[in-house]
């Protein structure tokens, strides 16, 4: 059925590291892999997505990779800073119109 | 601010109630997305509109019930209340529909309490 898996459920990095979010999906239709933040007591916001026509897309320190024979797509955020804590989603919209999200990761920054 | 508005921020009633959460997408919006989160499930797509038609469905129960109107507000109705369906529930609007659709821009969410 249509499913989207993602790893780690809650990771915690130091300051300046990176942090990399997996993702799976299930539908070898779906072209349209967004990922969105959530801060506490807020809505997701989007931070950045990507189409499959494209394996890989940058926008300043966020980057996602999408490898669409492995059916997986990855979150790169790089030189972690404080305010990249919060709970990050990824998505994908299958053949149906329906999307559907990651169950979340919880990123910690620890200072 | 995201410029989508949803009311009330809070709601708290009974077992059995029947209450309607309100959602205005932004301007020139046409398409306006329905989810609930809870802590144990993450964010659950309910149902999808699209100028006013629905466009797709999700893991919605049969008691919920939306819909979206000549100006593109929406609503989303859930009758006969059950403690479990204590939750947020979050509007998103995108100017489009499907997977075709850019970006989609969540409300602040208006959080349901079932007593």
């Known amino acids: 059925g249509e499913n989207v898996e993602q790893h780690p459920s809650t990771l915690s990095v130091q300051e300046g590291d990176s942090a990399v979010i997996k993702c799976t999906y299930s539908?070898?239709?779906?072209?349209?892999f967004p990922w969105y933040k959530q801060e506490l007591g807020k809505g997701p916001q989007l931070i950045i997505d990507i189409r499959s026509n494209v394996g890989e897309k940058k926008d300043q320190r966020i980057a996602v990779t999408l490898n669409k024979t492995a059916k997986h797509f990855s979150l790169h955020i790089t030189e972690t800073q404080p305010e990249d804590s919060a709970v990050y989603f990824c998505?994908?919209?299958?053949?149906?119109?329906?999307?559907?999200f990651g169950k979340g990761t919880r990123l910690h920054i620890l200072p | 601010d995201s410029g989508v508005t949803q009311t009330p921020k809070h709601l708290i009633t009974a077992t059995g109630q029947r209450v309607t959460l309100r959602c205005s997408p932004r301007s020139g919006d046409l398409s306006v997305y329905w989810y609930q989160q809870s802590l144990d499930q993450g964010l659950q797509f309910l149902i999808q509109?699209?100028?006013?038609?629905?466009?797709a469905k999700g893991n919605i129960l049969e008691r919920f019930s939306a819909q979206q109107f000549p100006d593109l507000h929406s609503e989303l109705n859930l009758s006969s209340l059950e403690l479990g369906d204590s939750a947020l529930y979050f509007c998103a609007s995108s100017p489009r529909s499907g997977r075709g659709a850019r970006e989609q821009f969540f409300g602040p969410g208006t959080r349901l309490t079932v007593l």
């Open positions: 509109y699209y100028n006013g038609e629905e466009r």
């Open positions: 539908d070898s239709a779906s072209n349209y």
């Open positions: 998505a994908a919209f299958f053949r149906d119109d329906k999307i559907i």
